[in-house]
């Protein structure tokens, strides 16, 4: 017999339905129909793709699945907005997401309010097993919408013109943040995972025993001051601090600074973001770097990358909403470094690269059905990054939370704190 | 001393640039900024850039160097819309055409709208060298009118959808016309090449003397109908046909029928075009055919490619006019063929692949200056198509005019006429 | 003050010196000049690049740096036959190595010779350090034997002849080995890593804690018949099984067996290895397969593959010596699997994927100078192996031994123990 | 009823078969078994290959069609040596040649004593069609004599060490040669082609009639003294020089001379040739530049390339044997250019590019049969070169023979002769 939620669970998961899906609305609001079409590289997608994708979603596990008599807003969007769910058939080529200029982003809205109404209406009376589809469609939607702006912000750097998307002061100049500190991490036994008390996903868990050898984090991120100072002294061009798929990356692409960072005549850093050309800010964590990057840096540095479990076991007793998230559309920006006692910034402003590989926990399982292709297919050549950035939606990180890419990939808000043997 | 038009020349020529203009425009009427916007390939352009770029060239050419204050749109676009105008300094790579999606067409139609009143001002003092150059715009932008087409058909075939751009009534049934006539062609000397009484590109002339072999020239363009045939009969499984370099594309691309062409289950064959997908007409001229498959077809059909010269000494007596050219905006689609005596639809309706390098003729020099680029140096590796096509703007094409392509290009509305020795 | 050998372990030194350079040498006496010379593929080298460039190790880190007044054989090798030590300076690119066809192999063996006599003198007199890497070059020369031995039964399989290096027997038949038995691994806090009492690579430590959760291991590896079964099964079809990056490998290169496997035209199974063309012996381990394919069984077969610390923690026990190696030249074949109790063929045979990404352990720090490039710089996008292989000198390996691939390569005796969760 | 020879014609052609056969040894003589293998980019072969497919082509033409009860060397190698003839079935790809390292070289010189003793013992008896094949295939080898040079010179340059395969003495210096006069062509009508009166390849008929407008050819080839004012007035990096295409070609193979040239520390040019690393003689004709490199010279001289018909019909009344051809194994050089009157080294040192793209002539049609794949199907994308080259057998070339090759390609020995309009 289908378990149902009591009216109050059910009244949360619309509140939070909707506000997750206004959110993503109000990020796209700015975005031309040309903007939301074209996808600038294969790792990105189109705006409007994703707002398509994140409604198939609803539409598809939910709708379809749980809804009798459900009729889908347009049959032809299965094929277009399926992403990489091999059990729910043929799909258009990812690389050529960006062929699809109709339908337009209008079209794509009143597909949104469609599927927004179809949601609601059904919410009271869905199955326990649906609305934990729903939950799941909220988190899946906030993670779109992180890349959501990752990808506008990767198109729109194409453009000559590097036009803004949303109007931003300038930040206000930050002192320096003091010399980071070393804290001491736990050591010997510990427990990280998922210990099943809310909402993660299935590579999340399960919980289990770690051991840890004695270590120290870095009190803070590194600084975009400090980046400076490594592509001074020549860090981009001395191999020996990187590994070797690293170092053949540097030399065949031409890397020569973080993403969207240039320099002008006189030398000094600007970086490209939602808000256009600015000036570096020495003082807010650099971002935009690789794992091979950050490796190099660390390198460099004297130092080395922490481990999963060293990042976990120290974050899990603080408070991920101390941390600077994703509240509402407009442009996003590291926060520059106070120099506040014990670790700081571990939650939000950059995913902090780890040294691990993702790969599963013991124990773990793929989640049954489609929905289980979300995460363990992906555990082979990607590396695992913690805590969550100024992109990511407030809310949707936990200590336990692993996000996921390829050792080359940048486009994400990604920087680096550093971690030593003891 | 700048010499000046007459009164009367003058307004001719500004009926002219008027209706090219405007032409342009109206077919771009019904695109929305991400069609407009899009690339589908590197060897196509995104309509919008068709519309900036056109524009780009009376600023520059006409307003920029001969009309004294003129102050230009917006300084960046020079970088954004040059084409390959070496001598005009860096621009914008060809293949990341699309990612521009700003300027949006609504501000290019403005630049067009700009450009227009600037030019309307200036004409009836404009000096007599800075005429010819509007004119070669106009020209200019006829070319681009049918690449806009082209380009427009070749992205929506991208979109599994593949929507129709405009409405258009189904062809009418027409008779399958009646087998080719062989109609013998001139002997020993001719002349051709342009002979100066009208506007013509550099590469048309000089009008020079050939000798040609007896020979004859087929009444008619290859039919659909008999393309069909062709495949029935393992025409693309047969490398004896085929040039060598045509071999290894057939095989890299699986090439099985012309582009556009997708047989239904039951086998039947349907081209796409801007009125969407429709069944292929058998009474009607093959196109989309590239220079490897029709000379395979001439091989398959014991005959050969006309040279360019056999073409234009046959079609210099006829009127162009008589042929099926772009009038307005809407679908195009080459006629279905009548049985006609003579040469039937030398012009218009398809070009014609000639077995003819494109090469300079004896005493060729490339015009001067930045407009010099427009020819000469595109003289390796293409070969010749005659003729004109139904995306061809009426009254661009002259029995003189040299179109050209890579043999394996066939986004173009490309047809075969055969030839065969006497 | 320089330490030196004792004349008892220099002895022993130098018989494990001439021994290794013997191995080496009769592995590639059947070789022609040219089957020396050739480069199949970029991640493999030429078999004469081998014999030059384990010589080169010696003369640089011995002969150049620790005798005095020794005079390279030719002063032009070192460039040609460095490998990837950036320390050492530029050197012929990786790709091109298969371009050198002088000199041959025959100067390459003089070069060998020449070598070794210089070694020979002044083993009794080098200072500790020296004989250090005198060792370190031994082992340096066993892992080239073996990837000698890979090299080239690529090569000559690229030949269409598909020609054997070495006459052998068929092997007898031998009976189907019993299904799997799951062995019970260690569970809570084990120690794994090198523990110093012998020679290692610095990525095999040091040794530290690592916390086990309930596991068991197969008893054997997975054997060719299985394999068959799963073929059978659909297995490389099915997108269910396989990780995604190794999805869109099987999809790219039409993967549909392991490599050096093809069906005859009764669908019988047949193997190419340095013996020929051979039926595939259904009893003995599967071999060639990548860590796709390894990952993809196990989750075919309800299993998963053994971490490197389950699998280290298991052999720790076990003698290496009990296991197939390599003991002299001929032809190389993983033995069938016999039904013994408990754990079989852990060493020898085939390297067993691990799931474990190739990752420094706590407090690793690289050698220090051009040796430290040895193994630290790797650590990215790949998977450990484990056990050591038939083509793996006798000796070579230990518990603690962590050989490493990337997910997609398969050209080493690679193979496949099961794992499950308790 | 099978014509056959006069003893007399007979006794020539075996003289000639002898003679070419012994030419080809000559050349493989300093090479190799790995020299003769490494393949060292697509479009060169190994020397082994040229051995065993010049063989092969008399085995399969001559003595398995024409001769009862030839028994093959060896089944296998119709697959392994075959070229490009579709219509003999499968064959090894052809990049991939140099992966075949067995047979040996050694076996492919028995293979051609094999083929030489069976064609030898046949030919007085051979009927007609059959001897026009062992002419034709005397034909054939001779044009891979000439690849033979070419590819051998390619491989060696791969090699750092840059290794020479002849000794030859230093060219003794020459006097620098007068300027460029420029002699007056035939104007009007001229007959060009083949007239029939000895061996000709198909592709020199059929003799036809060409109109040529006024012109006048240089009396010599550019020298490599003048190619160096070139590129020391910035030749290389002016795009206003070059085909759109070869600009492209330029700026991606970051071409900065013509090929084997590089340049000492004190700027000073020296070549790579088959006797080594030389100084550029600068009175020699400049040669292994692309048709490329060859327009934009051109171009740059004021000048443009000869048409193939201009060319043929000042060459008509020349003697082929003045030139310098390849008359015995050795290093090959194009000789110092004199001052003589007329026309001076139309023939031999270098092959002319000429401004005609390769396409038949006026009623031209392939010959039948396999060997009907000769020519014809290369008709697309290649230009004609005139004249013959140092490594052209002497005899092999006439006024009409056509070679042709791609406008990038420039390993063979090519060089310019410039013409104008009068």
Redesign the interface.
Known sequence: MAVQRTRRASLALQERFRSTRSLTLSLARPL???????Q?MPDASPA?WHLAHTSWFFETFVLRDHVAGYVPFDA?YA??FNS?Y??EGAR?ARD?R?????P??DEVRAYRAHVDAAIIEALPTLPEVACELVSLGCQHEEQHCELLITDIQH??H????M?ALFDAPSALPAPVPPPIRWITGKEG?VEIGHNGDCFAFDCEGPR??????P?ALASRPVTNGEWADFIADGGYRD??H??????SWVKAEGVEAPLYWQADDAGRWHRFGLDGLRAVNPAAPVTHVS??EA?AYASWAGA?LP?EAEWESAASGLDPDAGTFLDDAGAVRPRACTGADGLCQMFGDVWEWT???Y??Y??FRAADGAVGEYNG?????Q?VLRGGSCATPRGHVRASYRNFFY?HQRWQFTGVRLAR?L
Chains 1, 2, 3, 4 share one sequence.
């Open positions: 031309s129909d040309a903007d939301a079409t074209v600038s409007k032809s094929f277009l990489y091999e059990a258009h050529r960006g062929m699809i200029t109709r337009s982003v198109l729109l194409q453009n000559p013109l036009p036994l289990h025993s770690v051991w840890l050898a270590h191999p020996r990187w590994l070797a798929d690293g170092w794992l091979f490796d080395r481990t040294g691990s590989a790969r599963p013991p124990g297919k992906f555990m082979s050549g590396f050792p043997d």
